[in-house]
């Protein structure tokens, strides 16, 4: 322990460095559990979506979206959320799980839903890579909701 509190004292700039970089570290992998916000590994995801009729929201971009998404997925990339939310009203009461690449935007698009009101949201881990990984399927071309 002494050593470490040299070390932190002769090279302070390194350890302020190291401080903020595991602040934010853990505030990203707590981000989505404070704002109330439940990741759902795909297998989660896909019994969400047979048994308590799910939508899958899409917050990539266009060219990523039409590469491979989610059957019936609703597409709307992230930069348009805020603007286009108005869409999402008739599914209020219903889960929705949003996804994007590797899981970071949609973590964003949650949040966003969670401030406008919307309760059952969900972050889908690992994003459309996660969803690959699991051998679940995707469909190709612009069919977005």
Known sequence: ?????????????????????????VWSLLGDSLAGVKALLPQEATLLINHEDAIV??????????QGHILNSVHIPLS???DKIARLEKYRNRPIIASC???????????RLKKNGFEKVHNLKGGIMGWENANLPLTKGKNGK
Do not use: I, K, P, T
């Open 57 to 66: 929201l899409d917050v990539r971009e266009d060219n990523e979206y039409v």
């Open 1 to 25: 322990m002494e050593q470490l509190v040299e070390f932190a004292g002769n090279h302070s700039g390194l350890f302020l460095a190291f401080a903020f970089v595991s602040g934010l570290l």
């Open 101 to 111: 690449r590797s899981g970071s935007r949609s973590g964003q698009a949650c949040r």
């Open 80 to 82: 348009l959320l805020s």
